[in-house]
């Protein structure tokens, strides 16, 4: 059984680890191909296999996962299967997609997904990018009724904050002091996503009054675990958190070294790649 756990910080009085499960490789989201999104469906949307990669996290106590999990019940059910399996709780950070019309129904219908989100027992609900971003007026700096939402999210009994893709939505909420306790945000090497360039959203970041919860730091894939991790971790405030998918417990393993490496600035303790031939530079 590993004794390390993982770095720490705190959001609303709240312990979570500084890497949170991220689930795009868990529920089909690949972001590269229908393909890749088959193969993932295949392999992880099944409680067990959920169950494997949560338990490997929760080895080093990395104990947050963060997806729109009352909307996707199969999550949920991997999540306490591996609570079972290990004796430990997971803290959840639910990032629902939600009604924003300006509508009775549809108010009725956010008030309804939010209570959803208590039900399956999140500790933050942080409304979908896609659902906030359409609240954003740029020439007044606000976000249209977002404490509405957040309002919704505190009478049932979670932390509220904000789930963004534009840099935007952090900048105007602190300006605006919205009742808002952390923020996730788009934030990888490769600029991937990204609405404007990398050193305005580490500038953001590092100014923003809450801690931060980046996601994409592989940007889909499209850098190795390596790079992206270690510079995430790199240019982050110790405030601040990574979140971290992956396709198998093994590659969870993986970049939870990558991750403690960069922290404590070492060379991860990791093997070699496999391919033939290698030159005598790679031989290790």
Not at 104 to 110: G, H, L, P, S
Not at 196 to 218: C, D, F, G, R
Request: glycine share 6%; net charge negative.
């Amino acid at each position: 059984m590993n004794e390390q756990s993982f770095p720490r910080t705190e959001v609303a009085g709240v312990s979570l680890p500084r890497m949170l499960i991220g689930t795009n490789w868990i529920l089909g989201w690949s972001h590269r191909s229908p393909a890749a999104d088959g193969m993932i469906n295949m392999r992880n949307r099944n409680k067990e296999a959920i169950a494997d990669i949560v338990e490997a996290f929760l080895s080093y106590n990395i104990d947050a996962v963060m997806a729109p999990v009352s909307q996707n019940p199969v999550l949920a059910e991997g999540v306490r299967l591996a609570e079972q399996r290990t004796g430990k709780k997971v803290i959840m950070i639910d990032t629902p997609i939600i009604n924003v019309d300006d509508t009775t129904d549809a108010r009725k219908e956010a008030e309804a997904v939010i209570k959803g989100c208590r039900e399956i027992g999140a500790t933050f609900c942080l409304p979908h990018h896609s659902s906030v971003e359409q609240l954003v007026n740029k020439n007044k700096r606000t976000i249209d009724r977002l404490p509405d939402y957040l309002s919704m999210v505190r009478e049932n009994g979670m932390i509220p904050g904000v789930s963004a893709h534009m840099p935007e939505l952090i900048v105007y909420s602190d300006e605006q002091g919205y009742d808002v306790e952390t923020y996730i945000q788009l934030y990888n090497c490769m600029g991937y996503m990204m609405q404007v360039e990398i050193e305005y959203v580490h500038s953001v970041i590092w100014n923003a009054k809450k801690p931060v919860m980046t996601i994409k730091s592989m940007a889909a894939g499209r850098v190795t675990p390596f790079v992206g991790i270690t510079f995430s971790y790199a240019t982050l405030r110790p405030c601040d958190m990574v979140t971290v998918g992956c396709f198998t417990p093994d590659e969870a393993y993986e970049d939870i070294e990558i991750g403690l490496a960069a922290i404590e600035r070492r060379r991860p303790n990791l093997e070699g790649r496999a391919s033939p031939n290698k030159t005598a530079a790679m031989g290790e």
